[in-house]
């Protein structure tokens, strides 16, 4: 089979999730074919993958430059000439509806991930995203969603339960090398007295909440561990008091090395979110045999057993978060092992990705009599809800 990935903006996070899903096509025999921009960071992918860059675009998916039609063309061109049995996709970007048009009427079938069904709180853009989202589901031959209750929803809402898929999502982030030596074995770690928060400093991910349960009760006896706050953003627009003791802030995009680093000392990661649909955080956490503390916000609590993967604590509720960081801290062994049983979750949902993703692309190239077979590759994750999963064994 012959897939092509699409992926239109140069975001650093959608490129890394496209290319895990190459990785595993690859790994089982598949021809890859992604079409992108010339500004991708091509360093994480495969170097078997056969890249086309005929557009250049700097912005995300929503930046002005999508409104240039003509681009559109080259995109298109581009992918036909890829010759693909299937197209998945992967990341948003204005131009895509109209690809998907071009590509309907070769009959090119297309995949389309649909990472947000609703815009994070302060977000630009909020009403062109829904609108953005109602054109994909009704252009689209098959849906990709990474959390169960959003499988749920759409089908609820009158989406053919056969034209929409759940994958949980697996992978880290690092680029191409280093994330296959963390996918074939756990690295060397340990649990210091380290609480990491990772990723963006934006005002959706509940960062006032974590500084107020770090003043509120961590350390009311004197400090004995760190905060670490580990990404890009303006904390002072969301925090713009002073940084309780022992926080400190790593405001500046991560590279590999400073994120192992961080992955391989902290004693856990933490997710105060507000706001969340999913967040492949969690699973980059689960490779380094690192529990969890999420907010049952989105889909974020169907990647965690409670008190065996990590916690879950309801959102907005600093005191409770509060509590569980400071249970944490004063378990190591309790951290090592849960430790441990998130590794082998992700383990065994990062073998188990290759042969789902395979499943949905081929069920597209069945018959129309035959597409209710598409049905249960997803409802053989739906049959036993993630978050129910025995981990342990």
């Not at 054109?135 to 849906?143: E, M, N, S």
């Not at 580990?230 to 022992?246: F, N």
């Amino acid at each position: 089979m012959r897939i092509t990935y699409v992926l239109l903006s140069p975001t650093y996070g959608m490129h890394l999730y496209t290319a895990d899903l190459a990785a595993d096509m690859l790994r089982i025999g598949h021809t890859v074919h992604l079409v992108t921009t010339a500004t991708a960071p091509l360093h994480c992918y495969p170097p078997a993958v056969d890249v086309s860059t005929p557009v250049t675009t700097n912005g995300t998916g929503f930046a002005p430059e999508g409104l240039n039609p003509v681009s559109v063309r080259e995109v298109y061109r581009a992918v036909v000439a890829g010759r693909p049995d299937v197209v998945h996709v992967t990341g948003v970007h204005l131009w895509n509806i109209s690809l998907l048009d071009l590509l309907h009427r070769r009959n090119i079938l297309v995949v389309h991930t649909l990472h947000d069904l609703d815009p994070h709180m302060g977000v630009r853009f909020a009403r062109l995203i829904r609108f953005w989202n109602r054109l994909v589901l009704h252009r689209a031959d098959h849906i990709l969603v990474h959390g169960c209750c959003y499988r749920e929803r759409l089908v609820q809402a009158g989406v053919d339960p056969n034209r929409v898929s759940f994958l949980p999502l697996v992978h880290s982030f690092l680029g191409y090398e280093k994330a296959e030596t963390l996918r074939q074995a756990l690295p060397s770690v340990a649990y210091e007295p380290l609480i990491l928060f990772f990723g963006r400093l934006l005002p959706y991910k509940g960062l006032p909440n974590l500084l107020l349960a770090v003043e509120q009760q961590i350390w009311s006896d004197g400090p004995s561990g760190e905060v670490i706050l580990a990404g890009p953003g303006e904390l002072g627009k969301i925090w713009p008091g002073l940084l309780p003791y022992g926080v400190s802030v790593r405001d500046h995009l991560i590279d590999d090395t400073e994120g192992d680093e961080l992955f391989s000392r902290a004693a856990l990661l933490v997710l105060p979110y507000v706001d969340a649909s999913q967040s492949a955080l969690i699973a980059a956490a689960y490779a380094y045999a690192k529990p969890v503390i999420v907010t049952n916000s989105g889909a974020l609590a169907e990647y965690v057993t409670p008190k065996e993967t990590g916690w879950v604590v309801p959102v907005n509720d600093e005191t409770a978060l509060a509590n569980v960081l400071t249970e944490a801290l004063n378990n190591r062994e309790q951290l090592t092992v849960m430790g441990l049983a998130g590794r082998r979750r992700y383990e065994k949902e990062r073998a188990a990705q290759p042969q789902l993703l395979q499943g949905i692309y081929q069920g597209l190239l069945r018959t129309q009599a035959d597409l209710p077979k598409v049905a249960t590759v997803g409802q053989k994750l739906m049959d036993e809800p993630i978050h129910q999963r025995n981990w342990s064994r």
